[in-house]
């Protein structure tokens, strides 16, 4: 029996535990809601930045100097960046929308295309998987029909989905993301940070059960972990 274990720190800022191996999405760790105040404690085997926002960097480089083991995974650009910052290209893994990239035991990572802006690279969500197992983390986007591609090759068993709207999806656009991703779990995140981010998990769970979709809602609170169950093998 397999546990993924989903810790969200607020904002777009994630840990994730799956087969052993942590994963830091988007390290905000410190943002205004995070009941986190100090980065000690905080390390991750791969750290992946979805796109070279500040609110997405977060504290990346302050995790990657106090952890030498961990690697950051980002598009190529911004992959770049972080190593130049690190003074080390060993320390970063570059790569681009859509290609496989193989972290070793099993471990796959794609990055998805995101319908935003950013300065290095393009925008990305991003797809963690081990054991047809995967973890979609759309990152800063609109709704974009890529979803469905995404759902339909991927089989995302969960959906990490940004609802705060202004800069990103809304609650009603998060929804029919998860329509068109149909993840057995999706989970809401980049709102409530600020008071322009002011999709409510309450109106998206609305708007969920409008669309039909089948995928059951968890909410998280700032510092919250949730587990959910891998099956192994997934089939996908
Ligand atoms: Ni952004
Ligand atoms: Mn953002």
Same mark, same amino acid.
């Given at each position: 029996?397999?546990?993924?274990?989903?810790?969200?720190?607020?904002?777009?800022? +994630?840990?994730?535990?799956? +087969?052993?191996?942590? +994963?830091?999405?988007?390290?905000?760790?410190?943002?205004?809601? =995070?009941?986190?105040?100090?980065?000690?404690?905080?390390?991750?085997? +791969?750290?992946?930045?979805?796109?070279?926002?500040?609110?997405?960097?977060?504290?990346?480089?302050?995790? &990657?100097?106090?952890?030498? =083991?961990?690697?950051?995974?980002?598009?190529?650009?911004?992959?770049?960046?972080?190593?130049?910052?690190?003074?080390?290209?060993?320390?970063?893994?570059?790569?681009?929308?859509?290609?496989?990239?193989?972290?070793?035991?099993?471990?796959?990572?794609?990055?998805?295309?995101? &319908?935003?802006? =950013?300065?290095?690279?393009?925008?990305?969500?991003?797809?963690? =998987?081990?054991?047809?197992?995967?973890?979609?983390?759309?990152?800063?986007?609109?709704?974009?029909?890529?979803?469905?591609?995404?759902?339909?090759?991927?089989?995302?068993?969960?959906?990490?989905?940004?609802?705060?709207?202004?800069?990103?999806?809304?609650?009603?656009?998060?929804?029919?993301?998860?329509? &068109?991703?149909?993840?057995?779990?999706?989970?809401?995140?980049?709102?409530?940070?600020?008071?322009?981010?002011?999709?409510?998990?309450?109106?998206?769970?609305?708007?969920?059960?409008?669309?039909?979709?089948?995928?059951?809602?968890?909410?998280?609170?700032?510092?919250?972990?949730?587990?959910?169950?891998?099956?192994?093998?997934?089939?996908?």
């Amino acid at each position: 029996m397999y546990d993924i274990k989903i810790k969200w720190f607020g904002h777009a800022a +994630f840990k994730i535990e799956m +087969f052993g191996k942590v +994963f830091l999405i988007d390290p905000w760790i410190l943002n205004p809601v =995070s009941p986190e105040k100090k980065l000690n404690q905080v390390c991750g085997d +791969f750290i992946v930045v979805t796109h070279d926002h500040g609110d997405h960097v977060g504290n990346a480089l302050e995790i &990657l100097r106090n952890c030498p =083991s961990s690697k950051a995974v980002a598009i190529y650009e911004l992959a770049s960046y972080i190593a130049e910052e690190l003074g080390s290209e060993q320390r970063a893994i570059g790569g681009n929308i859509g290609g496989p990239i193989d972290l070793g035991e099993g471990f796959e990572v794609v990055l998805t295309p995101a &319908l935003h802006s =950013s300065g290095k690279g393009a925008p990305t969500g991003v797809l963690i =998987s081990k054991l047809g197992n995967t973890v979609y983390h759309a990152g800063d986007t609109g709704l974009t029909y890529e979803m469905k591609l995404v759902g339909e090759l991927y089989k995302p068993l969960v959906a990490l989905l940004p609802i705060g709207g202004h800069f990103t999806m809304g609650p009603r656009e998060a929804a029919y993301a998860a329509h &068109l991703l149909n993840p057995k779990y999706v989970i809401p995140m980049h709102y409530g940070t600020f008071p322009m981010l002011r999709g409510t998990p309450e109106e998206f769970r609305r708007y969920l059960i409008e669309f039909g979709v089948a995928a059951e809602l968890i909410v998280l609170k700032p510092g919250e972990e949730t587990t959910v169950r891998a099956e192994v093998p997934r089939t996908r």
